[in-house]
């Protein structure tokens, strides 16, 4: 018992810390008065955040601070239903935690860069399939380099270069969400909710699509 609520705690810590800095750079994305941090500055909170985590939480929890990450290691039978549904509960604990933090320090309203929006796209679907490519992109890269105990040295690193590609990519497009707990708490925060359901259908279907992707690539190769 005391193992789980580790794990859970940990999965609710890493989410807060991810949201905090990640939203919290987003808010001075090109601000006037102060160092605006730009993209590649925001893409780099979300992924050296990624990076830091992965290595102090990784070995309790796995560090999934992802509800999308979470299923697909399910799916994969790396996590049990149970520690899934636990883990998402934090996870989203997590990210609401972290923006009402950043609701007080920032004076309630730190919306600019923290609401997924199409922005750039013609239509909903468009987001859609661009959060889909994306969330497939970053999980499929989990998967694949968590896949060997050999690797754990450098898969802190990898994934956390994989969530900065990402953003690179996505903050033009949809604002990157590629993390349903991540879009859920600054949508509702600032009463968003119009598109929120692209940013949370999305991600999970990213994430099962590169479960079974990485089930038919490595099936013959498990370690």
Known sequence: MENCV???????????????????????????YLFGVGLVGVALAFGLSL????????PVSGCH????????MWMRKKLSA???MFYILAQCTGAFIAVFALGAILGANFETGAVND??????????????GILTFAFVFTVLGVTRKKENAAVAG???????????IVGINLTGTSVNPARSLAPAVYNGEL?????????????????A??????????EN
């Open 6 to 32: 580790k794990k859970y705690t940990a999965e609710c810590i890493g989410t807060f810390v991810l949201v905090f800095m990640g939203c919290g750079s987003a808010y001075f994305i090109d601000d006037l």
């Open 51 to 58: 990076t830091v985590l992965a290595y102090t939480l990784g």
């Open 65 to 72: 601070i992802n509800p999308a990450v979470s299923l697909a």
């Open 82 to 84: 149970t520690d899934m």
């Open 118 to 131: 199409t922005i750039n796209l013609p239509n909903a679907g468009a987001a859609f399939a661009a959060e």
């Open 157 to 167: 690193l990898i994934i956390g270069l994989a969530l900065t590609l990402v953003h």
């Open 194 to 210: 119009d598109d929120l359901w692209v940013f949370l259908t999305a991600p999970f279907a990213g994430g099962a699509l590169a």
């Open 212 to 221: 079974l992707a990485s089930a038919w690539f490595h099936k013959d190769k």
